[in-house]
């Protein structure tokens, strides 16, 4: 599999990605990645690693200021919108599953929930990870009856993570194929 040509850290995957939909400025993504909110119920960042996100996004050239906002109580917001290379990178790690079973938890949620805010189906998504999925289970059946106990235990407990993992894109599957009921 292709990877992104940024190594990132999640939290600023997720401040950029929120920056390619739209230009923002630091307080708009932390109200959204803060605890119990639309990104942060499910991947909580602090402000302080909002802001931080920023300015090392910035300083990778992957978003720039654009203008400022007058804020209620304080200093003006510096709005900032992610650049067109930044924009189709961002597209690119969306459509990328995750290679490493335990990165299913938060980055392919992440990615899924992202996606959702974009719209876009994660049909695509979710057939890509199942594949990689398959290939994770594959190599730990190798190994499954490999050594003492302990190793055996150990296998025994990343299968299960296999299957809990395929039980999540089933029901991801599912749900993308239900159409999304508008309120208000």
């Not at 190594?7 to 400025?25: G, K, N, T």
Request: net charge positive; charged share 30%.
């Amino acid at each position: 599999m292709k990877q992104p040509d940024l190594d990132l850290p999640l939290a600023e995957w997720i401040v950029l990605a929120v920056m390619a939909e739209r230009p923002s400025h630091g307080f708009a993504i932390a109200t959204l990645t803060a605890e119990g909110a639309e990104i942060g119920e499910f991947w909580y960042i602090s402000r302080p690693m909002v802001y931080r996100s920023i300015t090392r996004l910035v300083e990778r050239g992957l978003i720039t200021a654009v203008g400022a906002e007058e804020g209620n109580r304080g200093p003006q917001r510096m709005i900032y919108a992610a650049t067109r290379s930044a924009k189709t990178t961002v597209s690119r790690w969306l459509s990328e599953p995750v290679t490493g079973l335990f990165d299913v938890r938060a980055d392919l949620t992440c990615k899924l929930l992202l996606l959702r805010r974009r719209d876009t189906s994660p049909a695509r998504l979710v057939e890509r990870q199942r594949v990689v999925i398959d290939e994770i289970e594959e190599s730990l059946r190798a190994k499954e009856h490999v050594g003492d106990y302990l190793p055996r235990a150990i296998y025994a407990w990343r299968l299960e993570h296999v299957r809990a993992a395929r039980r999540f894109l089933d029901a991801v599957d599912v749900d993308s194929t239900r159409p999304a009921v508008k309120t208000g």
